[in-house]
T-cell receptor, first 116, second 116 residues
Framework: GAVVSQHPSWVICKSGTSVKIECRSL??????MFWYRQFPKQSLMLMAT?????????EQGVEKDKFLINHASLTLSTLTVTSAHPEDSSFYIC????????????FGQGTRLTVV | GESVGLHLPTLSVQEGDNSIINCAYS??????FIWYKQESGKGPQFIID?????DKRQGQRVTVLLNKTVKHLSLQIAATQPGDSAVYFC???????????????FGKGTHLIIQP
């Protein structure tokens, strides 16, 4: 299947700082990527849809000014958590669909963010 | 709001037995369903999918059944192995944007435990 890679796998940052997470499609081009957040022992919740060359679409309740999304190329989307607080600590996961594989969504390995 | 839910948060089965994980969905407009396996600290891994115009689909050791009348989805794993231990999520895509441009709505997850 297609490969989606995230970086970093884990990050610890101080409260008030910003953290950038990268999501790359390694062997296909993705005009659309998705960002999810998962708290411990809970399900994945869709945060936003990242659109190459245009603004991201945010789900209800997700602050667009806090979670900045940039989809600068067909293989890279970034999520920046601005002014991070301990409650932003979570597992962030991106996904993308490879048109060559139909509608199946491939997920990155996730990024564990801990804000101290 | 509408959601995808699971009946059992934890399922314990003997190695070699068959496992059945259930999922109820509420959005009758959903046209595509996927089962994912998630191991601790990793992103979801695609297992099998099914479209709403089908009621059964088989893969290697796995079968997905879809009952649209009662909005129920199940994942059957044959001859479970220790490596099957993980959290299993069902997810639905109700085609808000069409063309595979949607994020997924995930169920709560079932933790499958394989007993030796």
């Amino acid at each position: 299947g297609a490969v989606v890679s995230q970086h970093p796998s884990w990050v610890i940052c101080k409260s008030g700082t910003s953290v950038k997470i990268e999501c790359r499609s390694l062997d296909f081009q993705a005009t659309t990527m998705f960002w999810y957040r998962q708290f411990p022992k809970q399900s994945l919740m869709l945060m936003a849809t990242s659109n190459e060359g245009s603004k991201a679409t945010y789900e209800q309740g997700v602050e667009k000014d806090k979670f900045l999304i940039n989809h600068a190329s067909l293989t890279l989307s970034t999520l920046t958590v601005t002014s991070a607080h301990p409650e932003d600590s979570s597992f962030y996961i991106c996904s993308a669909r490879d048109p060559g594989w139909g509608t199946e969504a491939f997920f990155g390995q996730g990024t564990r963010l801990t804000v101290v | 709001g509408e959601s995808v839910g699971l009946h059992l948060p934890t399922l314990s089965v003997q190695e070699g037995d068959n496992s059945i994980i259930n999922c109820a969905y509420s959005n009758s407009a959903s046209d595509y369903f996927i089962w994912y396996k998630q191991e601790s600290g990793k992103g979801p891994q695609f297992i099998i999918d099914i479209r709403s115009n089908m009621d059964k689909r088989q893969g290697q050791r796995v079968t997905v059944l879809l009952n649209k009348t009662v909005k129920h989805l199940s994942l059957q794993i044959a001859a479970t192995q220790p490596g099957d231990s993980a959290v299993y999520f069902c997810a639905e895509d109700y085609g808000r944007a069409g063309g595979g441009a949607d994020g997924l709505t995930f169920g709560k997850g079932t933790h499958l435990i394989i007993q030796p």
